[in-house]
């Protein structure tokens, strides 16, 4: 019922800068709280960052704090990762979810972008 599509990913140096995007469609009136998601390989997924509906309380994982920032555009129905300083260890598939309105958790996810840091 909701569809989320990457992208923005791509092949970057270490210290360099990618801005990811991820538009919605479909039930875009369920969608609640947004975030990305990375896994890289022979590691765990984990949620990099997510922000409310009012586009104003955040989250970051520890190991991005003060590199990356999230935004979203409500009227765009979109929502954004900026990406600084990147690190060979950020080298991983960052996708878009969101969460249902008053509901736990991220129940859509878009098909994932591709973000690889060479040393």
């Known amino acids: 019922q909701v569809q989320l599509v990457e992208s923005g990913g791509g092949l970057v140096q270490a210290g360099g800068s990618l801005r990811l995007s991820c538009a919605a469609s479909?039930?875009?009136?369920?969608?609640?709280?947004m975030g990305w998601y990375r896994q890289a390989p022979g590691k765990q997924r984990e949620l990099v960052a997510s922000?409310?509906?009012?586009?104003?309380?955040?989250y970051f994982v520890d190991s991005v704090k003060g590199r990356f920032t999230i935004s979203r555009d409500n009227a765009k129905y979109a929502v954004y990762l900026q990406m600084n300083s990147l690190k060979p260890e950020d080298t991983a598939i960052y996708y878009c979810?969101?969460?249902?309105?008053?509901?736990?958790?991220?129940?859509?996810w878009g098909q994932g972008t591709q973000v690889t840091v060479s040393s």
């Open positions: 479909g039930s875009i009136f369920m969608i609640d709280d």
């Open positions: 922000i409310r509906s009012d586009g104003n309380t955040k």
């Open positions: 979810v969101a969460g249902r309105l008053r509901q736990i958790g991220f129940d859509y």
